[in-house]
T-cell receptor, first 113, second 119 residues
Framework: AQTVTQSQPEMSVQEAETVTLSCTYD???????LFWYKQPPSRQMILVIR??????QNATENRFSVNFQKAAKSFSLKISDSQLGDAAMYFC??????????FGTGTRLQVTL | NAGVMQNPRHLVRRRGQEARLRCSPM?????VYWYRQLPEEGLKFMVY????????ESGMPKERFSAEFPKEGPSILRIQQVVRGDSAAYFC?????????????????FGAGTRLSVL
């Protein structure tokens, strides 16, 4: 079984600042993928960034980057130059050979002026 | 290329009625997943289907819930004799056949969800 833990129920960041959302996971598989999804008030699940476990290089997508620490089973998301539109719930998720996604409980990000 | 389409967006049912939720995957996608999100919680896997086959239903409640993905038409999640505890947002996701595009990268694309309210 795979598990995902997000220990920060809520986070707040000022506009233009940087924030890091934490995620730890557990899996017995050697081949797996990690994701961060964003869920704004519209409830649409939007893929933010993806990381293959076999790749050592941390994934980046514009202002979004991850810090993947495989040995520590940690997968944090860094948002740089935060914008008002970044305000949302952020979910960390993992999938392996079983294809299904296992999600964490989410972190609600507030962006203030 | 239209995304994953779910309908209805909102569904209200009285206790004991049936709820039918529909999901049309992205064009070319043959894998469909259903997830349930209770208020203030993350998404929980329910079932994984390919055309005419249930691949993994380990997250489906044993009674009242069923899912299908016929050769033609959308995938259907059916909940019989709904109870208040079934009130939740139900999300569908799709991915291409194995070895193609996003599937080889394990990417699932989500619909906007159906919010079921049971009175």
């Amino acid at each position: 079984a795979q598990t995902v833990t997000q220990s920060q129920p809520e986070m707040s960041v000022q506009e233009a600042e940087t924030v890091t959302l934490s995620c730890t996971y557990d899996t017995s598989e050697s081949d797996y993928y990690l994701f961060w999804y964003k869920q704004p008030p519209s409830r649409q699940m939007i893929l933010v960034i993806r990381q293959e476990a076999y790749k050592q290089q941390n994934a980046t997508e514009n202002r979004f980057s991850v810090n993947f620490q495989k040995a520590a089973k940690s997968f944090s998301l860094k948002i740089s130059d935060s914008q008002l539109g970044d305000a949302a719930m952020y979910f960390c998720a993992i999938t392996g050979t079983a294809s299904k996604l296992t999600f964490g409980t989410g972190t609600r990000l507030q962006v203030t002026l | 290329n239209a995304g994953v389409m779910q309908n209805p967006r909102h569904l209200v049912r009285r206790r004991g009625q049936e709820a039918r939720l529909r999901c049309s995957p992205m064009k070319g996608h043959s894998h469909v997943y259903w997830y349930r999100q209770l208020p203030e919680e993350g998404l929980k896997f329910m079932v994984y289907l390919q055309k005419e086959n249930i691949i993994d239903e380990s997250g489906m409640p044993k009674e009242r819930f069923s899912a299908e993905f016929p050769k033609e038409g959308p995938s259907i999640l059916r909940i019989q004799q709904v109870v208040r505890g079934d009130s939740a947002a139900y999300f569908c996701a799709s991915s291409p056949p194995i070895g193609q595009g996003a599937s080889s990268k394990n990417i699932q694309y989500f619909g906007a969800g159906t919010r079921l309210s049971v009175l």
